[in-house]
T-cell receptor, first 116, second 113 residues
Framework: AQSVAQPEDQVNVAEGNPLTVKCTYS??????LFWYVQYPNRGLQFLLK??????LVKGSYGFEAEFNKSQTSFHLKKPSALVSDSALYFC??????????????FGTGTRLLVSP | DSGVTQTPKHLITATGQRVTLRCSPR?????VYWYQQSLDQGLQFLIQ???????AKGNILERFSAQQFPDLHSELNLSSLELGDSALYFC????????????FGSGTRLTVV
C-alpha cells in the first residue's frame, strides 16, 4: 500500500540557512505526493503537490520540493529559512481505495525549529 | 480562515460520555474527511463522505460514527469515551474525491478526563 516515511522527528536550522525536510515514499505506480504544514493550534495547510511533470515543484511561502524517482524521495526545501517557518511538516501520499476513491495518507511529521 | 469551520474548538468531557463534533466544509466542497491527530498515533484517517454518502473508512472505532447532511456539513459522533480518545480531531474538505488538495479546519481538541 502507498505510504510515506519521514525519517527525522526534528530538524534544527539557523535562520538564513537552507533547510531540507526529508520524505521517502513507497508507491506502486506513479505517486501523487504532498507537503502540508501545521502551525501551533492550527489545522494543516497545503504547501505543494507533485502529480506529474517537472521534478522540482514550487509551493507556498518560498518552499519547493524535489521529486526523485530513483531514490523514491520527495524532500521539502527552502533556500533561506525564517524563524516563522518553525512548525510541524507533514508529507502525504494519495492512496487509492477499493471504492475507487482516494485518501491522503500522512507521514509522522517532522518538527522544524529555526533559530534566530 | 481556511473556509472549513469546526466546532467546538475545545471540548472537555468525562469517560463514558458521548460528544458530537461538527464540521462545515468550504463553500463548494462536496467531500469531507475526518482525521484524528494524537501524539502517539500521528495523523490517522477516520472516514470520508462525498455528497452525503460514506465513501471510505479508515481506522475508525465502532464507538465512533459520522454522517454528512444534505447541506454538506458533517458530524463526528464519539461515544463511550475513553482516556485514549483524547486527541485533536480535524475535518478537511475538497471539491471532489478526485481533487487532491484538502483544506483543513482548525480542529477540535478533545480532552477526556
Amino acid at each position: 500500500a502507498q505510504s510515506v516515511a519521514q525519517p527525522e522527528d526534528q530538524v534544527n536550522v539557523a535562520e538564513g540557512n537552507p533547510l531540507t525536510v526529508k520524505c521517502t515514499y513507497s508507491v506502486s505506480g506513479n505517486p501523487y505526493l504532498f507537503w502540508y504544514v501545521q502551525y501551533p493550534n492550527r489545522g494543516l495547510q497545503f504547501l505543494l503537490k507533485y502529480i506529474t511533470g517537472d521534478n522540482l515543484v514550487k509551493g507556498s511561502y518560498g518552499f519547493e520540493a524535489e521529486f526523485n524517482k530513483s531514490q523514491t524521495s520527495f524532500h521539502l526545501k527552502k533556500p533561506s529559512a525564517l524563524v516563522s517557518d518553525s512548525a510541524l511538516y507533514f508529507c502525504a501520499v494519495r492512496r487509492l481505495m477499493n471504492t475507487g476513491f482516494q485518501k491522503l495518507v500522512f507521514g509522522t511529521g517532522t518538527r522544524l525549529l529555526v533559530s534566530p | 480562515d481556511s473556509g472549513v469551520t469546526q466546532t467546538p474548538k475545545h471540548l472537555i468531557t468525562a469517560t463514558g460520555q458521548r460528544v458530537t463534533l461538527r464540521c462545515s466544509p468550504r463553500s463548494g466542497d462536496l467531500s469531507v474527511y475526518w482525521y484524528q491527530q494524537s501524539l502517539d498515533q500521528g495523523l490517522q484517517f477516520l472516514i470520508q463522505y462525498y455528497n452525503g454518502e460514506e465513501r471510505a473508512k479508515g481506522n475508525i472505532l465502532e464507538r465512533f460514527s459520522a454522517q454528512q447532511f444534505p447541506d454538506l456539513h458533517s458530524e463526528l459522533n464519539l461515544s463511550s469515551l475513553e482516556l485514549g480518545d483524547s486527541a485533536l480531531y480535524f475535518c478537511a474538505s475538497s471539491v471532489a474525491p478526485e481533487n487532491y488538495g484538502y483544506t483543513f479546519g482548525s480542529g477540535t481538541r478533545l480532552t477526556v478526563v
